[in-house]
């Protein structure tokens, strides 16, 4: 069975600084990985996916992340934080399921920005 | 357009009560999703809809009961619900595809508290 893993449930980064977010994933074939941000009572915004190719993705918001293979990893990456990126970040593996795609998330990485 | 519109908004019910949560999306997807919410936590999927039917129920009791009327809609009917089923229920929808990695589109959630 898949499963996601993000080791850092907090992160507080000053404004301006750059962040990163970790993900570690288990799954038996090629991963399928996404990053979903989350506002305070609002629904889940997907940030960027990875399907093959490239293993650096560009998202919206000025996010990326890079995936290794080797290390089981899609980490999330911003250069500079911006004061409105304060939110809930999930990180997913998809898998093919009852003709939907079913995503398992990880438990969530809370950031919090300082001004 | 990526938009899945949820009503209403906010619910309160008692134990008693029969209610319904609407979901709609315009994306011409053939999957859709509801998922469950609590504070802190990932989301937790609950049942998912591929071509109108109903192809995954994750043992959600009974109380909770999913409509797909059509393409662009699904409900999901309320009855006799505890407070612990107090929770953001989320919808999502995406393309019915044999590659994993499709992503979902999320609703903003309703936010419903059993009294």
């Known amino acids: 069975a898949q499963s996601v893993t993000q080791p850092d449930i907090h992160i507080t980064v000053s404004e301006g600084a750059s962040l990163e977010l970790r993900c570690n994933y288990s799954y038996g074939a090629t991963p399928y990985l996404f990053w979903y941000v989350q506002s305070p009572g609002q629904g889940l915004q997907l940030l960027l996916k990875y399907f093959s190719g490239d293993t650096l993705v560009q998202g919206i918001k000025g996010f990326e992340a890079e995936f290794k293979r080797s290390q089981s990893s899609f980490n999330l990456r911003k250069p500079s934080v911006h004061w409105s990126d304060a939110a809930e970040y999930f990180c997913?593996?998809?898998?093919?399921?009852?003709?939907?795609?079913?995503?398992?998330f990880g438990t969530g990485t809370q950031l919090k920005v300082e001004l | 357009d990526t938009e899945v519109t949820q009503t209403p908004k906010h619910l309160v019910m008692g134990m008693t009560n029969k209610k319904s949560l609407k979901c709609e999306q315009h994306m011409g997807h053939r999957a859709m999703y509801w998922y469950k919410q609590k504070a802190k936590k990932p989301p937790e999927l609950m049942f998912v809809y591929s071509y109108e039917k109903l192809s995954i129920n994750e043992s959600v009791p009974s109380r909770f009961s999913p409509e797909c009327p059509n393409s662009s809609l699904l409900n999901l009917h309320l009855h006799a619900l505890q407070p612990e089923d107090s929770a953001l229920y989320l919808c999502?929808?995406?393309?019915?595809?044999?590659?994993?990695?499709?992503?979902?589109?999320f609703g903003p959630g309703t936010r419903l508290t059993v009294t």
């Open positions: 997913a593996v998809g898998v093919l399921r009852g003709g939907g795609n079913k995503l398992t």
């Open positions: 999502a929808s995406s393309q019915i595809t044999r590659d994993r990695g499709r992503e979902q589109y």
